[in-house]
């Protein structure tokens, strides 16, 4: 329960962000691909991973030794991550997103035949 309550409290907000800086359509492509596929599959390679390092012989401590490494690449993802976003946001005119998000600008005599 606490690790669903904290996806969705922190983890998800945190990941949404990252979509802000990009045109929606891609946005919404990157989204899908990495809400199925990417993220069922980290959940196999996180059981799969277990089963491994217990089957290695490994005790709990030592799984733990394991995890801090790959969190440690996982803090340091997450940082470079947000410098990006930083860049990209500060390229961007105005609110982060809405360069992308705007429809192009139509003049209003758009489609009509000039005599």
């Known amino acids: 329960m606490l690790r669903r309550a904290g996806n969705f ?3 998800r907000p945190t990941r949404e962000i990252l979509y802000t ?3 929606r359509e891609d946005k919404y492509k990157a989204k ?3 809400d199925t596929f990417v993220y069922r599959a980290g959940d196999q390679l996180g059981a799969w991973s277990y089963a491994a390092l217990v089957a290695a012989g490994l005790s709990l401590a030592g799984i733990g030794l394991v995890a801090v490494p790959v969190s440690l690449v996982w803090v340091g993802n997450g940082w ?3 410098r990006r976003h930083e860049r990209m946001s500060r390229r961007d005119v105005g609110t982060p997103g809405e360069a992308h998000t705007a429809l192009p600008a139509v003049p209003a005599d758009a489609g009509r035949e000039t005599p």
Do not use: D, T
Request: cysteine-free.
């Open 9 to 11: 409290a922190v983890a």
């Open 21 to 23: 800086v990009m045109p």
């Open 32 to 34: 899908s691909f990495i």
């Open 80 to 82: 470079w991550l947000g």
